[in-house]
């Protein structure tokens, strides 16, 4: 990864173990998010490896957010090599629950921010011939959790939409691939894993017998962001342990 310049949208506990993972391997990286308290907390991860980081804040949902963004990140690193999605929210109630707008917000911040982002680093990595696009899906794009229905739809959603853009990106030397990581533990997981029971319910669902840390997705990250991973595209890899074996 050396030399490469990576963007990371979301800096949570999976984008950020990333973001820390691409420098460590001698990338350039900025990292975007909403919260300035996520950004200081990576800024804070940086300093303590020793590594530089440049941080942008933005609302990925705003129209525009997306293009805005990458051209900033372009023009900090110096260009764009690869680019990751790990922006994300989950809202753990029945189908039935739900409004129309509650729908709508999670769609938006799931999906449409990666139709934004990758849209626009597309165009540019199309442009330079090379890239690497890698967006977090989940489990949950394949199986049918309950109480999961957006969350759900919208990893689906990035399961197809990454389909199509490596497709049409393929003859450029652009590949676009997906995570699907099971249960990690992050601030996204931190609420539900609190409740009485729930964490060994969750492990009992998992071959492995444990749930995932933020560092076993970096791995997989760094390959298929990697020239090793040149001729792997469109492919949703599965972080499991072996969840969705059973
Ligand atoms: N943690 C898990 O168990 C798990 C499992 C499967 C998939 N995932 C996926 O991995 C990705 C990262 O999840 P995580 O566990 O690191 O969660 P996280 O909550 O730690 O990180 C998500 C980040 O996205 C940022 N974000 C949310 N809305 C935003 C917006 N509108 N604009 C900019 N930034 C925004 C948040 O501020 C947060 O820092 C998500 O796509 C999630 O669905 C997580």
Redesign the pocket.
């Known amino acids: 990864m050396t030399g490469a310049r990576v963007l990371v949208a ?6 950020g173990a990333c973001a820390l993972a691409y420098a460590a391997a001698g990338a350039s990286v900025a990292v ?4 300035q308290s ?1 950004l200081d907390a990576v800024a804070v991860a940086f300093d303590e490896a020793g590594v530089a980081c440049e941080l942008l804040r ?4 705003e129209h525009g957010a997306g293009a805005r963004v990458v051209a900033d990140a372009v023009e900090r690193l110096g260009g764009l090599d690869v680019l990751l999605h ?5 809202d753990r109630r029945p189908i039935l629950a739900f409004t129309e707008d509650e729908w709508d917000h999670i769609l938006r ?2 999906l449409s ?1 990666l139709f934004g982002l990758a849209q626009a680093a597309g165009r540019h990595m199309v442009e330079q011939r090379s890239g690497r696009i890698l967006a ?1 899906s ?2 949950s794009g394949l199986l049918a959790h309950h109480s999961h229905g957006p969350y759900a739809a919208s990893k689906g959603g990035i399961n197809q939409l990454l389909r199509v853009m490596a497709r049409e990106w393929a003859d450029a030397g652009v590949t676009v691939n997906a995570l699907a ?4 533990e ?4 931190a609420g539900e894993l609190a409740k009485p029971g729930k964490r060994e319910s969750l492990e009992g669902l998992v071959p492995a017998g444990r749930l995932g840390t933020p560092e076993e997705v970096t791995g997989p990250a760094l390959f298929l962001s990697s020239r090793h991973a040149g001729f792997i595209t469109g492919h949703v890899m599965y972080i499991d342990g072996g969840r969705t074996l059973v």
């Open positions: 979301g800096g949570g506990g999976i984008g975007v998010d909403r919260e996520v933005a609302d990925l949902t790990a922006v994300g929210i989950n911040v799931n921010t977090l989940s489990v990581p099971g249960y990690i992050t601030p996204l997981t």
